[in-house]
């Protein structure tokens, strides 16, 4: 992955996780993307990136049970269980580079709003399509937000990649059929603005 573990702890050790520049108070477009899906709060849930993003918080609020968050910085993981206090035991708990990740179980959702366009190789791409495949059964939900087209080319001093429908779509390969797709401004906490690119796949039935 183009950023490695000690970059990212880094960043959540020395940063406070309400100054990052993802960071949200609420999590409104991850949340109705999600609830488009049309999931059973039994269904699992994985959360790729979502360090200490308050999506988890949400979602344990509103009743789903079965939730796994993946991070490579275990700073930022540990933010969240800090934060989450008795509840975090709800939770499964990854630290691990998403392009080294082999899933021991699968998914009803996939959701990243935080890894996807850092990943500027076609290995680093490729891994995570693997890991995606493995992790997400015929029918399964893939909700992924990238920097749009017209969006940031760096964030937090590395590289990105922005995306629109076709060029997602052509990335991800016929594996998946879209559903949604929006662009939405991202306003972060230092008041700069970053476009954001909005999806809502499934995977199609194996032919």
């Not at 269904?43 to 490579?72: H, K, M, Q, W, Y």
């Not at 850092?118 to 893939?142: I, K, N, Q, S």
Request: proline share 5%; net charge neutral; aromatic share 8%.
């Amino acid at each position: 992955m183009n950023g490695n573990r000690a970059h990212w702890d880094q960043v959540y050790r020395t940063r406070q996780v309400d100054e990052v520049s993802w960071h949200q108070s609420h999590p409104a477009t991850s949340l109705r993307f999600i609830e488009a899906c049309a999931l059973r709060h039994e269904d699992p849930i994985i959360d790729v990136g979502g360090g200490a993003s308050r999506l988890v918080d949400c979602l344990l609020e509103r009743g789903f049970g079965d939730l796994t968050v993946i991070d490579i910085a275990p700073s930022a993981l540990d933010h969240a269980r800090a934060r989450l206090g008795a509840q975090a035991a709800a939770v499964e708990w990854i630290e691990a580079d998403i392009t080294a990740f082999s899933p021991r179980r699968r998914y009803r959702l996939w959701h990243d709003r935080a890894v996807f366009h850092f990943l500027v190789t076609e290995e680093a791409r490729a891994a995570y399509r693997a890991a995606l495949l493995a992790a997400l059964p015929p029918g399964g939900a893939l909700v992924l937000a990238t920097f749009a087209t017209g969006g940031p080319r760096r964030c937090c001093g590395l590289p990105v990649r922005q995306y629109d429908a076709p060029t997602l779509c052509a990335e991800l390969g016929d594996a998946f059929e879209l559903l949604d797709a929006t662009r939405a401004m991202h306003r972060t906490p230092g008041d700069a603005e970053q476009l954001f690119a909005w999806f809502r796949l499934r995977r199609r039935a194996a032919a």
